[in-house]
């Protein structure tokens, strides 16, 4: 039964694979979407004039950019996008000489504007002038108009600018490719009621023009940067500021109380990253600035622009009532992520968007390092570490994954270049690279890269130079390497190694091969799949171990080399009683199987009061490379049963992060496939430890430090997903409190904990504490909606979709989506409900609701069988 549902999930998982499209163009290829090289851009002297009316959201501006022609042509060739330019002011000169611009071409394709000349241009420093006009979109990038309702009510507009990758020449026509660098002198004209920043400080601030009542205000030059790290804001925010305002964060007045911890993050953030780089680079100030949510649709967590860094404000800002606890974590590693790239990532530029992954990287290294520095209890590293690099394994096995160095020629393809996905991986490998080397030998090499090529442009084979010679100094001569040839490996192949780890019976040596880890490779062959021809995918791989001998996990660094070149690594002098794992603390970035034997010894050392010996990243690795060999049908179900088994001893919760994600999925797939009845009580067992540590009341204890209040409230959260008992019964029995005493708890209670009590305690409510919860919906405007639908009551999850088409239901049309959602996130049953409401109700429901494609968006992510795939084929 279990082999059966473990290939379910599979298959579930290659689905999932197969839903990734990426949309393109073959002819794309043949287009030339960079810019000739024949000149570059020295300085840029921008005006810009919006205006922020609801029947005028256009922008005004001119532009005098310093050019140096390197190779005599005939054509000038920059990037606007959607800008109207003022032919009859455009004008080139060199010094006293005049040209006069007979063409004009603009291509909407690659955005390029080609200014073609009657006489050549000869090598030497010009001046272009450019006068434009261009509309504040409404879609946050390049420059965009969004809005806030303010304290009275009132709609309030500003515009800002989202520039990353490719938008700087939606604002202004500019070299629009992240070598082109060049400084930047900007100034905004706007209403004296708004504030504008830019990268720099102010400068100075004009006298009202009487025309049209606006002042401009100018900014400092801005070093040399590239286009898509320059930015500027017009709005009525607040802000918080350290005394000399060098660090500042600004939000929405009536929320600004909410941005007292962001504030004190970027400034402990910022003094770690002058520490780390001898100060060797800094912006003259950082703004942090929170934009109102529900209008600023084009951010993920954050822009990092030179000197002003935008986010939405769920992503910094901390409400002690309404934000759940592991928002503090979140606001902490975004500010940092977003505050290394005014050390890192802004300082050097890519040659070309091929090795962004570099400067996403570097900025995603300090999140976790300078973290760990400010918050040393929180023990952020050790769990965040096990979810990325889990997710990241995840992603990077499937068919569609590609390496970090390819080349993006289009628009669309750079834009997927910058994902966070890549930032991650490449995260990971400078990790591994770190822990090669030595924490002080990475920081040494770093620094001389910075110093090197700062405010300039490099590859990252210059950082492997300046790595190479801190390394080659060390007095360390053995396990020295090529740190270019090494990378090389991990940077043009996509995928990863699994290293496999025997024991020779006859001579008692350690064996450990590689090979390309495709974990759904049999299930391929079964289904007539392609699979990747990997015979020759092969890495540098570095190797360090522990043994039950010697369980020293302390030391990261490499102690042998597996080589592409290299059939099999062996190991000698390893006592034969010995149990040996491989990859200590997770440092490299592959997954490690062994033989049974070594696994059983593992399996019975973890299940004895020693395992924690056995370093907690280890333990976590141990348990999730089990799962996937398993899923991979690399590893004998028993064995997993085997290694799981002393979960019911372990109460770490970086050992359950991650792991409970896993549980959820599986619990899900196996319960409409069979075998829920007897996973859910054996998850149940295995949870005996962590919870009877952990699981009390979902409160948090002022005499705990953050990550035991963290952890109690997670597992609270995590316990009661998967339908523990215990976990259940408190939070009915909570819920009954509450809904007794409403009036005298309400202003108490968290929305977090509110979330966790209405969820949860409704699964053992009845129909009776069902209605008051409705009631307090639909009359108190409790947010219970989203919690109504995770009844295991049949008769209500029905009665409950039933009120979606219902005359006189209490709900009103924009709940229907919110209704679908909450059932469809309940207990298993309630998703095939979901599927035959909507189908049987199909055509009443497309005339309610305005877009009912999203119910069908919400349904696709929740099949998990085929039979469910087959009644789904109404849409």
């Known amino acids: 039964m279990l082999c059966k549902i473990i290939y379910i999930y599979t298959f579930a998982l290659i689905a999932t694979e197969a839903a990734v499209i990426h949309n393109s163009n073959p002819n794309d290829k043949e287009i030339n979407y960079q810019l000739p090289n024949h000149t570059k851009p020295l300085f840029y002297d921008l005006k810009l004039n919006p205006h922020l009316t609801p029947d005028n959201f256009k922008f005004d501006g001119e532009i005098f950019i310093d050019i140096e022609i390197l190779n005599q042509t005939k054509t000038l060739t920059l990037h606007a996008k959607k800008l109207i330019i003022d032919f009859t002011l455009l004008e080139l000169k060199m010094k006293t000489i005049h040209y006069y611009i007979p063409t004009m071409y603009s291509n909407n ?60 020449r939606a604002a202004f026509p500019c070299w629009d490719e992240p070598a082109l660098k060049a400084s930047f002198k900007i100034a905004i004209k706007h209403h004296r009621n708004y504030t504008a920043i830019s990268n720099t400080p102010v400068s100075e601030q004009s ?93 993920n967590k954050g822009m990092e622009s030179w000197g002003l860094i935008t986010y939405r404000e769920t992503a910094i800002l901390y409400n002690t009532d309404s934000s759940s606890i592991d928002t503090l974590y979140r606001i902490a590693e975004n500010i940092i992520h977003q505050s290394s790239h005014q050390w890192f990532g802004n300082i050097v530029s890519p040659f070309w968007w091929t090795d962004i992954w570099l400067n996403g990287g570097l900025a995603e290294y300090f ?13 952020i590293t050790n769990f965040l570490i096990v979810e990325t690099l889990n997710s990241i394994l995840i992603m990077d096995s499937f068919k569609h994954a590609q390496p970090l160095n390819l080349k ?40 001389r890269y910075l110093d090197k090529h700062k405010y300039g442009v490099a590859k990252p084979e210059d950082l492997w130079d300046t790595l190479q010679g801190a390394f080659d100094e060390t007095m360390v001569p053995q396990n020295k390497f090529k740190i270019q040839e090494v990378m090389d490996t991990w940077i043009e192949q996509k995928g990863y190694p699994l290293v496999t780890v025997t024991r020779d019976q006859h001579n008692e040596k350690i064996k ?38 010697n369980p020293d996990f302390s030391s990261t660094l490499t102690t042998h080399w597996l080589s592409p070149e290299t059939e ?48 907690v990243l280890n333990r976590a690795n141990l348990i999730n490379d089990a799962i996937r060999l398993m899923f991979a049908d690399k590893l004998d179900p028993r064995i997993f049963m085997d290694i799981t088994k002393y979960l019911r001893r372990e109460t770490d919760y970086v050992v359950w992060h991650s792991l409970f994600k896993t549980l959820r999925y599986a619990t899900k ?25 952990h699981l009390q009341d979902y409160l948090q204890n002022p005499n705990d430090d953050y990550f035991k209040n963290l952890t109690r409230i997670t597992i609270s959260e995590d316990a009661c997903s998967l339908n523990d008992p215990t976990c259940l019964w408190k939070a009915h029995v909570q819920l009954l409190d509450y809904i007794e005493n409403s009036m005298i708890l309400t202003n108490r209670t968290t929305f977090q904990k509110k979330r966790w009590m209405f969820c949860n305690g409704i699964k053992r409510a009845n129909e009776t504490i069902w209605n008051k919860l409705l009631y307090m919906y639909t009359n108190m405007s409790e947010l219970t909606l989203y919690c109504l639908g995770h009844s295991k009551n049949q008769t209500i999850i029905a009665k409950f979709l039933n009120m979606t088409i219902s005359e006189d239901s209490p709900l009103t049309k924009n709940d229907i989506p919110r209704v679908i959602y909450s059932v469809l ?28 494609t999203s119910l069908i968006h919400d349904i696709s992510w929740n099949v998990v069988s085929r039979k469910q795939s087959k009644r789904y084929s109404f849409c």
């Open 109 to 168: 394709v690659t955005d390029l504007l080609s200014l073609d000349f009657n006489d050549e241009l000869l090598v030497g420093r010009y001046i272009l002038y450019l006068n434009f006009t261009g509309v504040l979109n409404d879609r946050s990038y390049g420059f965009y108009r969004s809005s806030y309702n303010n304290n009275g009510g009132d709609t309030q507009w500003f515009a800002g600018t989202n520039f990353m990758p490719t938008y700087a």
């Open 207 to 299: 006298e009202i023009d009487k025309t049209d009542e606006k002042i401009w205000t100018h900014f400092e030059e801005s070093p040399v940067i590239s286009t898509y790290v320059v930015s500027f804001l017009i709005f009525d925010l607040r802000n918080i500021r350290n005394s000399d305002g060098t660090i500042n964060v600004w939000s929405r007045g009536n929320v600004i109380s909410s941005a007292s911890f962001a504030h004190e993050v970027a400034q402990k953030a910022a003094i770690e990253l002058e520490r780390y780089t001898n100060n060797s680079v800094r912006p003259a100030k950082i703004d942090h600035v929170a934009l109102p949510d529900r209008y600023v649709i084009g951010y």
């Open 367 to 379: 999140k976790y390092y300078i973290t760990d520095k400010i918050y040393k209890d929180w023990r």
């Open 408 to 447: 993006p020629n289009t628009i669309g393809e750079i834009n997927l270049k910058c994902s966070s996905q890549g930032n991650q991986k490449a995260f990971l490998l400078l990790r591994m690279l770190s822990h090669c080397l030595s924490d002080e030998v990475f920081r040494v090499g770093l620094i």
């Open 512 to 549: 450990i091969t590689q090979e390309y880890f495709q974990p759904y490779e049999k299930i391929r062959t079964l289904k007539n799949i392609n699979n990747v021809n990997t015979t020759n995918v092969k890495w540098w791989i570095p190797i360090n171990f522990a043994t039950r001998t």
């Open 568 to 615: 099999e690594l062996i190991i000698d002098d390893i006592d034969p009683q010995d149990w040996i794992i491989v990859n200590i603390q997770q440092t490299g970035f592959y997954r490690v199987n062994y033989d049974t034997t070594n696994w059983l010894k593992i399996a019975g050392y973890l299940n004895s009061e020693n395992y924690t010996k056995i370093h």
């Open 669 to 693: 797939f196996f319960s409409y496939n069979g075998g829920g009845e007897m996973l859910e009580p054996y998850i149940h067992y295995l949870m005996t430890a962590i919870a009877q540590t």
């Open 825 to 852: 996130n309940g207990d298993f049953p309630n998703i095939d409900m979901v599927i035959d409401f909507i189908a049987n109700n199909w055509d009443r429901l497309t005339a309610i609701v305005d877009d009912p």
